[in-house]
T-cell receptor
Framework: AQKVTQAQTEISVVEKEDVTLDCVYETRDTTYYLFWYKQPPSGELVFLIR??????QNEISGRYSWNFQKSTSSFNFTITASQVVDSAVYFC???????????FGSGTRLQVQP | SQTIHQWPATLVQPVGSPLSLECTVEGTSNPNLYWYRQAAGRGLQLLFY??????ISSEVPQNLSASRPQDRQFILSSKKLLLSDSGFYLCAWNTPHPNTEAFFGQGTRLTVV
């Protein structure tokens, strides 16, 4: 069975601070896919990034960066110079090549104070 | 471009009443379709998924059912709602290709009273 753990329930930072959201996953599949989604107060899930199990290259997109480490089964997300608009719940998720459905972590609520 | 529509956005229903939530996808064909539920303050749980018309897989035993009468239409139903059915329901789709992400509808906030 697949499992995603986001140990940080809630994080509060002050604007311009850097923040890292942790994600640890478990799967027996050799091919799998990892995702991060953002859920703002309105509720919809906004896709941020996808990584497949063969691509351990870290990625940077503006203030966002992701660190995928297969050796530790982690896929961490860092926001540099956080802004109030980054306040949201962030979900890490895992899917296989079969159902393609997502197994979500419990989410991390990020509050960025001005 | 592809879009996903989900309605209604908000629903308040009495215990024992029926439920029908609808989701449609535009701009793609033969999508995989999913229903997830998010209980208050918690993560998302997969309820149903479908890889084609009339093909429904249920992930958890519950008071709900799903149907896919058309390629891009996915319906979540209940004959008699329970208080425990309250939550935020999200429809999602992705392509059959494995290395693609899922896209979500705007969700339906259901309160059973």
């Amino acid at each position: 069975a697949q499992k995603v753990t986001q140990a940080q329930t809630e994080i509060s930072v002050v604007e311009k601070e850097d923040v890292t959201l942790d994600c640890v996953y478990e799967t027996r599949d050799t091919t799998y896919y990892l995702f991060w989604y953002k859920q703002p107060p309105s509720g919809e899930l906004v896709f941020l990034i996808r990584r497949n199990s063969f691509d351990e290259q870290n990625e940077i997109s503006g203030r966002y960066s992701w660190n995928f480490q297969k050796s530790t089964s982690s896929f961490n997300f860092t926001i540099t110079a956080s802004q109030v608009v980054d306040s949201a719940v962030y979900f890490c998720a895992l899917s296989d090549t079969g159902r393609r459905a997502l197994t979500f972590g419990s989410g991390t609520r990020l509050q960025v104070q001005p | 471009s592809q879009t996903i529509h989900q309605w209604p956005a908000t629903l308040v229903q009495p215990v024992g009443s029926p439920l029908s939530l609808e989701c449609t996808v535009e701009g793609t064909s033969n999508p995989n379709l999913y229903w997830y539920r998010q209980a208050a303050g918690r993560g998302l749980q997969l309820l149903f998924y479908s890889v084609g018309i009339g093909q429904i897989s249920s992930e958890v035993p519950q008071n709900l059912s799903a149907s896919r009468p058309q390629d891009r239409q996915f319906i979540l139903s209940s004959k008699k709602l329970l208080l425990s059915d309250s939550g935020f329901y999200l429809c999602a789709w992705n392509t059959p290709h494995p290395n693609t992400e899922a896209f979500f509808g705007q969700g339906t906030r259901l309160t059973v009273v």
